[in-house]
């Protein structure tokens, strides 16, 4: 059974940290193309981070460049990001995303189910 | 960063109708426009990708047309389960970036 489990959030302080994890299973995690997708309460959509399949490449949306980062370890079939200097405005779910894309074509599209981060004092 | 902008905000349908939702960028994205399903609860599903191709397991109902900066998702006959929010998103620049949702709701 295909997989992506989210962990790691929680309630955390303005200006702190917190590290997110996405563990894998059921496919091969190292073939994939990951991102970091979140959805502020009520909110929509809104891309935070991608990771090529090696971890060479990397992307992040303006609103969290500098403070979030995204890594990846294949050997372990996980998916990390990092948030540091966090804001009110970061309080969002946080979804694991994979992609597995054959000469641009995507053969498959895997969502984890979430993980919930608040930033509040 | 491309903005994309999605019409109409909320489509108020009844089963059995047809659904017509709408994307529009604020430059060319070629055809690396996706489309997404999200209900209540659930993360999104990818239902089209390159503007027009289903993903795998996606019904026939659900057709997508477009290329440069104009997109249709077309959902051909309403079914209950169709009843969500859905979301367009390009892959043709960094950022990525989603539209703001067009939520299909039941009349």
Redesign the interface.
Known sequence: EVQLVESGGGLVQPGGSLRLSCAASGFTFSNYEM?W?RQAPGK????VS?ISRSGSSK????SVKGRLTTSRDNAKNSLFLQMDSLRAEDTAVY?C?GQYMVR??????Y????TLVTVSS | EIVLTQSPATLSLSPGERATLCCRASQSVSSYLDWYQQKPGQAPRLLIYDASNRATGIPARFSGSGSGTDFTLTISSLEPEDFAVYYCQQRSNWPRTFGQGTKVEIK
């Open positions: 991102n997708v929509g959509l809104e891309w991608y992307y992040y949306a303006d979804y995303a641009g074509v995507i053969i498959n599209d969502w984890g189910q979430g």
